[in-house]
């Protein structure tokens, strides 16, 4: 609930969806925020990596298959969302932060 509370104060939710009952819900709120502010939509994605701390834990993985699969469907999620191996996370966010 404070998590949401401050995601809400940190204008980081959804418009279309700003009280999340669960973490999936949480994650889908926020990627939905992000794909509102880009004006995309899961579909124009080739891809989506997840990489960084929550790379690693099972619980941020399925919340976030979850989310994509809430708003993509789950053939979206086995097709296009990568979890790479734990080895590679950190070079992956590595070599993502070279880019930037």
């Known amino acids: 609930d404070n998590i949401a509370g401050q995601a809400l104060e ?8 700003q009280n999340p009952s669960d973490v999936s819900a949480l994650f889908s709120s926020m990627i939905m925020s992000v794909l509102e502010h880009s004006g995309q939509n899961p579909f124009s994605l080739n891809s989506i990596l997840v990489v960084g ?48």
Do not use: W, Y
Request: charged share 20%; net charge negative; hydrophobic share 45%.
């Open 10 to 17: 940190q204008n980081v939710l959804s418009q279309t969806n």
């Open 53 to 100: 701390g929550g790379a690693r834990s099972p619980m941020c993985q399925q919340a976030i298959k979850k989310a994509i699969g809430a708003l993509a469907g789950e053939h979206f999620v086995a097709e296009k969302v990568i979890i790479p191996e734990d080895g590679l996370i950190e070079e992956l966010v590595a070599l993502g932060a070279t880019l930037e």
